[in-house]
């Protein structure tokens, strides 16, 4: 079956770079979009497709994709940015799969 | 914009079924792809499963293959899951989600509020 791993857990200084990855074979055929989750509420998604951005979402937030790794890439990270983030892809065969999460603290 | 209201929380015995709503607004269920996903306390989110517009079926994650049933009231616009044979693991808050299918970019673009079933007896 399609499994996405991810770090469980990132730290990045306020106003520093940080990047989230997320590993898998199903990323080799499709993007991976990410969701960023704050305690209590519901998923946001941050990015998708090759490097897109719903609207109201900062444009410190950037994707990217190389094989079978995506990344999410914060730059400038803010305090309000402190949340899990989860990637997400299908596989060919419809069957779809979450990273398990990385919980990004900002110091 | 879609708006995603789901039903309130629910207490189920061991043994029990729950069926959790998710009301669309902003746009008509047939123009959508729902899914469900799980997350249970302090784990990560897990795909239960959803409609697939490439064959036009609903696809279940083999894990809850058996026990769910998605179903869509089209005449109301609201989607909804059941989930038998209730056990304490499946306590979790349950969320509807739409997916929007690009070719090799998809992805799950609004969610519902999301749904806290608690199985204890």
């Known amino acids: 079956s399609s499994e996405l791993t991810q770090d469980p857990a990132v730290s990045v200084a306020l106003g520093q770079t940080v990047r989230i990855t997320c590993q898998g074979d199903?990323?080799?055929?499709?993007?991976a979009s990410w969701y960023q989750q704050k305690p209590g509420q519901a998923p946001v998604l941050v990015i998708y497709g090759k490097n897109n951005r719903p609207s109201g979402i900062p444009d410190r937030f950037s994707g990217s994709s190389s094989g079978n790794t995506a990344s999410l890439t914060i730059t400038g990270a803010q305090a309000e940015d402190e949340a899990d983030y989860y990637c997400n892809s299908r596989d060919s065969s419809g069957i779809w799969v979450f990273g398990g999460g990385t919980k990004l603290t900002v110091l | 914009q879609v708006q995603l209201v789901q039903s309130g929380a629910e207490v189920k015995k061991p043994g029990a079924s729950v069926k959790v709503s998710c009301k669309v607004s902003?746009?008509?269920?047939?123009?959508?792809?729902m899914h469900w996903v799980r997350q249970a306390p302090g784990k990560g989110l897990e795909w239960m499963g959803g409609f697939d517009p490439e064959d036009g079926e609903t696809i279940y994650a083999q894990k809850f293959q058996g026990r769910v049933t998605m179903t869509e009231d089209t005449s109301t616009d609201t989607a909804y899951m059941e989930l038998s044979s209730l056990r304490s693991e499946d306590t979790a808050v349950y969320y509807c989600?739409?997916?929007?299918?690009?070719?090799?970019?998809?992805?799950?673009?609004?969610w519902g509020q999301g749904t806290l079933v608690t199985v204890s007896s």
């Open positions: 199903s990323l080799r055929s499709y993007y």
């Open positions: 989600a739409t997916v929007s299918d690009g070719g090799n970019s998809v992805y799950f673009d609004y």
């Open positions: 902003g746009y008509t269920l047939t123009e959508l792809s």
